[in-house]
């Protein structure tokens, strides 16, 4: 090892602290001692936002195929170690990230990092395990077909973003999945699995020198291989700039709405300020939203906002469901007016302190248990900077009412929002 340890923070009764190997693996530790339990998360800077439009799903189905054998671990040996250890282990695929973890005992977790070894230096990728595989991805794509709000939520996101990766589904298609082949896959491992564009972080009851060692020991060695071509380069996201429209039909009695608007890359001011009127606009009885539409008029029987920003770019959501006689077409009219006020009336001083008040109280309640404070610090660290968790909430109290209103009005332009609706098979037949 290098580097000196940076400074210790303390977050959810851990203390934190990043050190670097020599082959550039960024390596996190949290120690929190107290249960006798340690997890590991493996944080590989690779998303669908790494993938050309022909390999579409890669970054996914490698997920997948990350479990299906390496020279120490074959077939459903890792499932079999893990639950002989009497711990759990899963994995995930998001658009700036793919993220691998494991939850042990405290005497028994250096195990994981002798599988994450094995298996990103030395990944079989066999051809018949490759083309099972395949098809379990290709049933999953297939059942994400029968989820409303998935397909009509893709679809807007492919319109918003009509010319880069972020509007295609993390999945991928069924073109792109049987385009792949297991040559294809093995560059595609070997240019983004590699201890230089990885974040470990091992957080829980270990000693902060014993876990530097024991990541030192398993992953120190692996040499830093350079991919057999260059890396496609991660471009801003660039949305449609226009108003768009689409409908689908769906063969229940659900009226369902989806706005979508534009907005910022993931750990800038803006992108607080949007956490700030999400928790205004969605969270709890008194968001105005909440309020508006499911308690005083009735319109809907769930609402929901979401800030859902990325590496370069990002989204904001608004789902609603309609109560029961109730058009889209009036939710949308109620959601416009809140977004409207927003736009032209600073949020009053007691609201403003409730947003802050509630985003603490949910950072705090997420670093509760080791797994998943494990897994915050992970994807924070990879996309933006783990580091900012550790503020209590602070970095909010500096954003006044002034700036928020600023951020609404430049994104909650109504001639910038993708606007889905799923209706009812027949309803829909009649409007067409």
Known sequence: ?????????????????????????????????????????????????????????????????????????????????????????????????????????????????????????????????????????????????????????RRVEAVMFPRHAYGRPIIGYPNTLRGATPASMRAYHRAHYRPDNALLVIAGDVSVAGARRAAARHLGRLPVRAPAAPTRPRVPATALGAHARIRQSWPDSARRLCLAFPTCAVGTREDRALDLLTVVLGSGRLSRLQKRL???????????????????????????????????????????AELERLRREPIDAVELRRARALIRSAEAFECESISSLAQELAVEGIDHDWRECFDGGRRYDGISARELRAVAAARFDPERCVIGESLPARAEEARS
Do not use: Q
Request: net charge negative.
């Open 1 to 153: 090892m290098r580097a000196a340890p940076a400074r210790v923070l303390r977050l959810g009764g851990a203390d934190c602290s990043e050190h670097r190997l020599a082959n550039g693996l960024r390596v996190l530790v949290a120690r929190r001692p107290g249960d006798p339990i340690v997890s590991t998360v493996l944080c590989y800077r690779v998303g669908s936002h790494d993938e050309a439009e022909h390999e579409a799903g890669v970054s996914h189905f490698l997920e997948h195929m990350m479990f299906k054998g390496s020279p120490s671990y074959g077939k459903g040996a890792i499932d079999r170690e893990t639950a002989r250890l009497g711990g759990s282990n899963n994995a995930f695929t998001g658009h700036d990230h793919t993220a691998y973890w494991f939850e042990l005992a405290s005497d028994r977790w250096e195990a994981a990092l002798a599988i994450e070894a094995d298996r990103m230096r030395r990944l079989l990728l066999e051809p018949a395990e490759f083309d099972a595989e395949r098809e379990v991805v290709l049933e999953e794509l297939a059942m994400g077909e029968d989820d409303p709000w998935g397909v009509l939520m």
């Open 294 to 336: 499911v308690y005083d008029e009735r319109l809907a029987v769930w609402v929901s906002v979401s800030n859902d920003t990325r590496a370069t770019g990002g989204v904001m959501w608004i789902l609603a469901e309609a109560s029961a006689g109730i058009e889209p077409a009036a939710l949308e009219r109620a959601i416009a």
